[in-house]
């Protein structure tokens, strides 16, 4: 996407008209000066009407026969004949040179007709099929007909302004929100400054290279149809995590701020609560890059995640303020930037006191580091342990080869695993206490009734742990602990039902991204004929629940790990296999991923083709929805194109999202799930184009 205005040659009044002639891109502002594309970023003024410009307008005569207000009029390629949009109705000239126009009967298979009045566009596509917007619909005349297409049938959206043909059959209409596409039997959306200057399209033009021209009251615009591999969208991703979102000399990933909207050159970096949960996810994907395609570049980011995760166990000891062996930070700070500790704990009474009131309040929450170069962020969640040991079992099979390195991860998933053993599983900070969320204890489980919504989750984090500890350590003791958990304390039991929900697009979609971490790998490490069938069951309930997500690393973490299985019980056999369009989707969400990973606001609550969700399916137990969310007509939720998140754990039955431009995520999402997928046979090669 590319945008232009008065800093590209262009004047400030405002753009009604796009023109594409032999090659060259004409607009015209609202004072009828001309300008011209001189090349990729310049425009100049230009004297007069474009060449053949003038051929595109209904002759005078034509026009003053409809006494109507012409929106758009083409000439039919066969027969020279002229059709246009009118006020009052679809018109046309019934033979070349005839000097009137007739009106055009368009009638569907029940007999109702359309396009009586108000026709907002017409065009003709490079298959030869003629298209006409109304506020009732499109319709498109093939060789068998009239097709007709309304919300119903997939239709974003109805406020036209105009229509424009691309190739190979796709038309592209020009609304008073944003822009529609029709390719391939599909409707897409197209809205927002992440797509086009102004939603107001005036004006819209495909060129013969597929690029889709807009003219809008702030600026023109361009979507430039590029073919890229998913490799070489991987590569884009990978650049700019490299140049742009990579903190401190370790290389924690979260996300940046940029003070001007849509400029990288001045980059404001932070930490977040959950740096060590999104490098964990980030290194996650460099270790399946490298196993799948062995190059070294994701070997050295897989090497380099590693050491940003152990660093988080290393900095918490020693200093005046030293955690347990074993404890790790949510992430760590310069101790040259400002100190963060100052009025934090005024602010934790607040949060206790009006949002939370099992919030820990205490000082310092950041204390500084043996060496006095890092402050070091305490009060760590499961959040930060799930990813943790979703990563290291990775890297210590796919990546870590020598002696040295394989003794590092063991060293480091041995202090952590035998810190929550030795706590009574839990995670306890500097303080002596246990951090708010850092219980996975039976007796709060079980039997304390603030953590009973929690008890699935903790549980199948908790088994999912000690089978990655006793994988990578090779010690028994885990296993035996973990047999004691489900033998005492039913922890298999209470990972059968992950999360508390009320059905599709329900709950927490932060518990849904941790559970299928934790589910990948306990089902990876713990053989069959223990209480194996047990977890695939509940991996299976959860990824139907899921499913409708589109969303590829849930898709290929339980594909990858059910593959040829089948469970019994009194009833019968049952194969957990993934079935419907699961594979397809994942690859319209990889394919659909915009390059550009900018917070701009997005809206969908206002389309033709959203189903809301019922009060019911409200996300919270005991609360309804305040806003409106929903899926479109096939009961999926929206595209990636059409949203934006940062991360994983974002909510995709929101159906508007907001933003400004200033905050640049990663490109992790893409990563991690394209990268698994390549490992695991899903995608294959350079395909996905």
Known sequence: MQFFDATSGLGQEGFDTIHVHLGTVHARDKSLQWYH???????????????????????????????????QAIRRKEDGCWIAATSHGLYVQPFPESLSMQRMLVQDALGRQWATHDVLGITQDSLGRLWFATRAGVGCQTSTGWQFYTGEDGLPYNEFTQISAGLRGEVWFGTTKGLVRFRNGQWGYRQGKR?????????????????????????????????????????????????????????????????EAG??????????????????????????????????????????????LAFLQEVTQGGSHPAPKGYVARTIRSTTLPDPNDGRLERDKRFAKERD?????????????????????????????????????????????????????????AALMDHLILHDFQLVDHTGTVTRWGTYRPEDLNHHPDWWVERGLKSLSMLAYLAVASHITGDARYLEIQQRLIQDHAYDTNAMIYKIHRG?????????????????????????????????????????????????????????????????????????????????????????????????????????????LPPNNSIDL?????????????????????????HWNTDPWSLDYGGSGNTLASGTVFLLPYYMGLYHGYIRGESGR
């Open 195 to 259: 797509w086009v200057p102004n939603d107001i399209i005036q004006s819209v033009q495909v060129d013969h290279h597929g690029h889709v021209w807009v003219a809008t009251q702030t600026g023109i615009g361009v979507i430039r149809q590029q073919t890229m591999t998913l490799s070489e969208k991987a590569a884009h991703y990978e650049h700019e995590i490299e140049t742009y979102i990579k903190r401190t000399p370790f290389g924690y990933i979260s996300e940046v701020t940029l003070p």
């Open 504 to 612: 599709l697009g329900s709950g927490n979609q932060s518990d849904d991204e941790m559970a299928f971490m934790c589910y990948y790998s306990l089902l990876k490490y713990t053989p069959a004929g223990s209480f194996r069938d047990r977890m695939l069951t509940s991996f299976y309930a959860a990824w139907r629940n899921e499913a409708p997500e589109g969303n590829p690393f849930f898709h290929f973490a339980y594909a990858s790990q059910v593959h040829g299985t089948e469970v019994t019980d009194p009833w019968g056999r049952y194969s957990l296999m993934p079935s419907g369009d699961w594979l397809k989707d994942s690859m319209n969400t990889l394919k659909g991923f915009p390059l550009d990973r900018l917070n701009w606001a997005s809206q969908n609550s206002h389309r033709l083709d959203i189903v809301a």
């Open 37 to 71: 594309l001189k090349d990729d970023s310049r425009w100049e003024t230009q004297p007069g009407v474009p060449e053949a410009w003038e051929t595109t307008l209904l002759p005078a005569f034509l026009k003053e026969s409809l006494s109507a207000v012409v929106h």
């Open 357 to 413: 009131s099992l919030w820990k309040v205490y000082e310092p929450r950041w204390p500084v580091s043996a060496d006095g170069k890092w402050y070091w962020k305490s009060d760590t969640s499961s959040d930060e342990l799930d990813g943790h040991f979703f990563f290291y079992p990775l890297y210590y099979d796919l990546v870590a080869q020598t002696d040295d390195e394989k003794m590092a991860v063991r060293k480091v998933v």
């Open 622 to 646: 005991l609360q309804e929805d305040t806003r409106l969310r929903g899926h479109l007509k096939s009961g999926k939720v929206l595209p990636v194109e059409n949203t934006h998140f940062n």
């Open 263 to 308: 400029v990288k050159e001045r980059i404001q970096y932070h930490d977040s609560d959950n740096d060590g949960l999104w490098t964990s996810m980030y290194g996650a994907g460099e270790c399946f890059a490298f196993a799948a395609t062995g190059n070294q570049d994701a070997a050295r980011r897989a090497h380099q995640a590693f050491r940003a």
